[in-house]
């Protein structure tokens, strides 16, 4: 690995140290001697390769938890949330969810600002370059009830709140007991928001009669597959996707079946912590 490799090898390893204790005490000691830097250098080294100071990295981070269990866990109490987002109170933390938002948390539980909120993450999705282990299986066709999302990435959330209101309503494919599945038809950072293609799916074993959220059913084809394990956050799930078309597919003498990249999520949110997400990424070959 040259000097780049091993320096973005260092910062990957502090960045997922902070994801999986968000719970804790972060301070610029303890970061520097996870990525084994100079203290005295480490704030200036983050916030060149981050765009952001580290204590404004690990509050974002903090806030888009925060946000998420707003929208996805409506029976947890903003007081709660607040305490868990290291806020001393539930003013404080309004008066900072505000300023990022342009919102206070109970505002976005009730109508989430999605745009704004995606774009105060933007740096928070660098890439982080690593070796993953690529196996290539028989996927078995599967049956899935599939809403599809058609428009800007951000509002990705509001459609999947509605899936998650049909799973809940119809019964027909309890997320416990079924596969969720993404399709992914484009490349969010190639095509205009207003272009953007991805369905939300879950795996059924009946036909899906009409319904007001507009699901309908769709197969996901069987066949060959490359498949690669990603582990932490859905917003970082694009690493993997460029891993197996830039650095894995031009060397492995596969080509390409004519079917999108597909996502399995082995768990899911609000139950599972962001950091401990698993999701397989499937590549299909011919």
């Given at each position: 690995?040259?000097?780049s490799?091993?320096y973005?090898?260092?910062?990957?390893?502090?960045?997922d140290?902070?994801?999986?204790?968000?719970d804790?005490?972060?301070?610029?000691e303890?970061l520097?001697?996870e990525?084994?830097?100079?203290?005295f250098h480490?704030h200036?080294?983050?916030?060149?390769?981050?765009?952001a100071?580290?204590?404004?990295?690990v509050?974002?981070?903090?806030l888009?938890?925060?946000?998420r269990?707003?929208v996805f866990d409506?029976?947890a109490?903003?007081i709660?949330i607040?305490?868990?987002?290291?806020?001393?109170?539930?003013?404080s933390f309004s008066?900072?969810?505000?300023?990022e938002?342009?919102r206070?948390?109970?505002h976005f539980?009730?109508a989430?600002?999605?745009?704004?909120?995606?774009?105060?993450?933007?740096?928070?999705?660098?890439?982080?370059?690593?070796?993953?282990?690529?196996?290539?299986v028989?996927?078995?066709?599967v049956?899935?009830?599939a809403?599809?999302?058609r428009g800007?990435?951000?509002?990705l959330n509001d459609?999947?709140?509605?899936?998650?209101?049909w799973?809940?309503?119809s019964?027909?494919?309890p997320?416990?007991?079924r596969r969720t599945?993404?399709?992914?038809f484009?490349?969010?950072d190639a095509?205009?928001?207003?272009a953007f293609?991805f369905?939300?799916?879950?795996?059924?074993?009946?036909?899906?009669?009409?319904?007001p959220?507009?699901?309908v059913?769709?197969i996901?084809?069987g066949?060959?597959c490359a498949?690669?394990?990603?582990l932490?956050?859905?917003?970082?799930i694009g690493?993997?996707?460029?891993?197996l078309?830039?650095?894995?597919l031009?060397?492995?003498?596969e080509?390409l079946r004519?079917?999108?990249?597909?996502f399995?999520?082995l768990?899911?949110l609000?139950?599972?912590?962001?950091?401990?997400?698993?999701?397989?990424?499937?590549?299909?070959?011919?």
């Amino acid at each position: 690995m040259n000097d780049s490799g091993a320096y973005a090898e260092r910062f990957a390893k502090v960045l997922d140290f902070i994801e999986t204790h968000l719970d804790e005490a972060l301070t610029v000691e303890r970061l520097s001697r996870e990525a084994n830097f100079s203290k005295f250098h480490f704030h200036r080294q983050f916030s060149a390769y981050v765009g952001a100071s580290v204590s404004r990295y690990v509050q974002l981070l903090r806030l888009k938890r925060a946000s998420r269990r707003l929208v996805f866990d409506p029976g947890a109490r903003v007081i709660d949330i607040a305490l868990e987002a290291g806020f001393e109170t539930p003013e404080s933390f309004s008066r900072a969810f505000k300023r990022e938002y342009g919102r206070t948390p109970s505002h976005f539980r009730t109508a989430p600002a999605w745009k704004p909120w995606r774009e105060s993450f933007q740096f928070l999705s660098s890439e982080r370059r690593r070796i993953m282990d690529v196996k290539i299986v028989d996927f078995e066709e599967v049956k899935v009830a599939a809403l599809e999302h058609r428009g800007p990435p951000e509002s990705l959330n509001d459609t999947a709140r509605r899936f998650i209101e049909w799973r809940k309503e119809s019964k027909l494919s309890p997320k416990d007991r079924r596969r969720t599945f993404g399709v992914a038809f484009d490349n969010p950072d190639a095509v205009a928001p207003q272009a953007f293609r991805f369905d939300i799916c879950g795996e059924v074993n009946a036909p899906v009669p009409a319904n007001p959220q507009g699901v309908v059913n769709k197969i996901i084809p069987g066949g060959r597959c490359a498949v690669a394990r990603h582990l932490g956050s859905h917003d970082r799930i694009g690493e993997c996707a460029y891993y197996l078309y830039r650095d894995w597919l031009p060397g492995s003498g596969e080509e390409l079946r004519d079917f999108p990249l597909f996502f399995h999520y082995l768990n899911l949110l609000p139950e599972t912590p962001e950091h401990a997400l698993v999701t397989d990424v499937y590549l299909p070959l011919k």
